[in-house]
């Protein structure tokens, strides 16, 4: 057990001390649309060990097709073609040939500055839910270099590399249509306003969600959610987090949650929040729950609580 205990401690350092030393290159957004164009920033974080970088070259993968770069100002571009592996349609033209390289040369971007390189292509031909990875060199005068281009092996945790590719993940193209339910639009209701709503999907064989929002009360009157109900769920309870002793215990708030006048209150992970109590259908990242909040002044509004991603552990309950 002792020995165990040591093996993940050291673990845990190593990870650290990895991070620590050095930032890596990434793309400022993780995820592409499939079949859609996107516009892939890549984020320098630092020179070479105390070096100026002078010169970017980041490699193209297959299914990023037809790419322009970005021009920058203080350096000049050039774009290295090759034959793609398929054939793409580019508006009604075959094309099997294009960009795989784009280098940014001849500038000066100082270890403690920070710049962005931009090339903007169409994700073609790519499955959602795959990676694709642009190992991208930093040159620093002519001798120094780093290189971001160790690819994890299918299945396999990028974590581990040292000096991982900036890597996204090609998401669905009606991802959009998702991405839109994850965000919730505030609704208002009398002097209230019900924004940032949301819940978390639900593992299986979890009984009870938690869900959250934030009521601003904007009125010179004091409200009370009084009460809460959703068709998903055999009834809604409002808790709270609270410690007891040395133990955080929930515990179910019988007359409601108060809304002062010119306050806001916000339901959280770990505090106040709504609990969904014998779920029929465990909710699934990007549906919505229907949510009919009741206040004791302003009335009764429905919501659509969008779900997210579930989190690192489940809502437990009591
Ligand atoms: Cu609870």
Redesign the pocket.
């Known amino acids: 057990m002792k020995t165990m205990k040591t093996i993940q401690l050291s673990a845990l350092a190593l990870i650290a001390a990895a991070g620590s030393a050095h930032a890596h290159a990434t793309f400022t957004k993780p995820t592409v649309t499939a079949e859609s164009y996107a516009v892939m920033e890549l984020q320098l974080p630092h020179g070479c060990d105390g070096k100026a970088t002078n010169e970017v070259r980041v490699q193209l993968p297959e299914g990023f097709v037809f790419a322009k770069p970005q021009p920058k100002p203080g350096w000049e571009l050039e774009v290295i073609k090759g034959e793609y592996k398929k054939t793409y349609d580019d508006h009604g033209t075959d094309v099997s040939a294009g960009p795989v390289e784009i280098r940014w040369k001849g500038g000066e971007l100082l270890d403690e500055h920070y710049d962005t390189f931009v090339v903007r292509g169409k994700i073609s031909g790519v499955e959602p839910g795959a990676k694709l990875a642009f190992p991208a060199t930093q040159l620093c005068g002519s001798d120094a270099t780093v290189a971001w281009t160790e690819v994890a092996a299918p299945g396999a945790d990028a974590h581990a590399l040292k000096s991982p590719a900036p890597v996204v993940t090609v998401v669905e193209k009606h991802g959009d249509a998702h991405a839109h339910a994850v965000a919730f639009k505030p609704v208002k209701l009398g002097s209230l306003d019900i924004e940032g709503a949301f819940t978390k999907a639900m593992l299986p064989g979890q009984p ?1 969600a ?1 869900g959250f929002v934030t009521i601003r009360n904007a009125g010179g009157e004091d409200d009370m959610l009084v009460s809460v109900s959703s068709p998903a769920a055999a009834a809604v ?1 409002l ?1 709270e ?1 609270a410690m007891q002793g040395e133990v955080m215990k ?1 515990r179910k708030l019988e007359t409601g949650v108060p809304v002062a006048a010119g306050a806001s209150v916000e339901l959280k992970p770990g505090g106040l ?1 709504m ?1 969904f109590m014998q779920v029929k259908t465990p909710f699934k990242e990007g549906d919505s729950v229907p949510v009919t909040l009741t206040f004791e002044k302003a009335g009764s509004v429905e919501i659509a609580v969008p779900v997210r991603a579930a989190g690192p552990a489940g ?1 437990k ?1 009591n």
Do not use: D
Request: hydrophobic fraction near 40%.
């Open positions: 009870v938690g309870e808790h987090m929930m929040h609990m809502h309950h």
